[in-house]
Nanobody, 129 residues
Framework: DVQLQASGGGLVQAGGSLRPSCQAS????????IGWFRQAPGREREGVSC????????YYTDSVKGRFTISTDNRQNTVYLQMNSLKPEDTAVYYC??????????????????????WGQGTQVTVSS
């Protein structure tokens, strides 16, 4: 079974950094697209960053470009989201998710929650001003 376990959220002041991680099991990273998504209270879930480790393609939503970096450790089946220069508006529950890459047609034009079929539980990120 595909399982995803996110951790590493926390409380940080504006301008600080966090690096949540997502431990995956039950699938081969090279065959999947993996992403980070977030949901703030009263708002829809949005895609933050997604990637395909097989070809290195990454996607970032505009609000995090230059501040966040997605990466994977395929030996450890772990995906990370390095978050720098955090802002209060980054406050949300962050989720990791995965989908077989072939289901996206082996392209990554975006990071859309409805395309991802496997989800982990969230980890809370709170940025204080």
């Amino acid at each position: 079974d595909v399982q995803l376990q996110a951790s590493g959220g926390g409380l940080v002041q504006a301008g600080g950094s966090l690096r949540p991680s997502c431990q995956a099991s039950g699938f081969n990273f090279d065959d999947y697209a993996i992403g980070w998504f977030r949901q703030a209270p009263g708002r829809e879930r949005e895609g933050v960053s997604c990637m395909s480790s097989s070809d290195g393609i990454t996607y970032y939503t505009d609000s995090v470009k230059g501040r966040f970096t997605i990466s994977t450790d395929n030996r450890q089946n772990t995906v990370y989201l390095q978050m720098n220069s955090l802002k209060p508006e980054d406050t949300a529950v962050y989720y990791c998710a995965a989908i077989p890459y072939y289901k996206l047609g082996y392209i990554l034009p975006g990071c859309r929650p409805y395309e991802y079929g496997y989800w982990g539980q969230g980890t809370q990120v709170t940025v204080s001003s």
